[in-house]
Nanobody
C-alpha cells in the first residue's frame, strides 16, 4: 500500500522558516517525480515545487522560487520542502504527491502538469503577520 505522509507544518511568524517532510512507502519511487502542492481556504490547489527522484531535477512555482528548496533523501525515502521568508499568503494545507515518469523524458517545466497518482493527507502551514 502506497503511503505519502507529510509532517513539519505548524504556525510560524512571517519571515520565518519551515521544513516540510514527505515520507514515502509502499513501492519504489525511483522513477517518480515528487511534488508539493498547497491549497489555501477558498482557493484551488496549486503547484509549489517538484523534484525528480532519479536525477534530482527541480521546478518551482514563481512565488516560492528563491526562498524554497525541494530535496530528496534516497536512503530515507523522504522528500523535503524547506521554505524561508514565509509570508501570510503561504498559509495553506501542503500536500505531497507522486507522479510516475517511467518511460518518459519530461523536462522539469512539465512537472506542474503531470498526473500525480498518489497523494498524502496534507499538513497545515499557517503564517502569522
Amino acid at each position: 500500500q502506497v503511503q505519502l505522509v507529510e509532517s513539519g507544518g505548524g504556525l510560524v511568524q512571517a519571515g520565518g522558516s519551515l521544513i516540510l517532510s514527505c515520507a514515502a512507502s509502499g513501492r519504489t519511487f525511483v522513477d517518480y517525480v515528487m511534488g508539493w502542492f498547497r491549497q489555501a481556504p477558498g482557493k484551488e490547489r496549486e503547484f509549489v515545487a517538484a523534484v525528480s527522484w532519479i536525477d534530482g531535477s527541480t521546478y518551482y512555482q514563481d512565488s516560492v522560487e528563491g526562498r524554497s528548496t525541494i530535496s530528496r533523501d534516497n536512503a530515507k525515502n523522504t522528500v523535503y520542502l524547506q521554505m524561508n521568508s514565509l509570508k501570510p499568503e503561504d498559509t495553506a494545507v501542503y500536500y505531497c504527491a507522486a507522479a510516475d515518469q517511467r518511460g518518459t523524458s519530461y523536462s522539469a517545466n512539465a512537472y506542474p502538469d503531470l498526473t500525480y497518482d498518489y497523494w498524502g493527507q496534507g499538513t497545515q502551514v499557517t503564517v502569522s503577520s
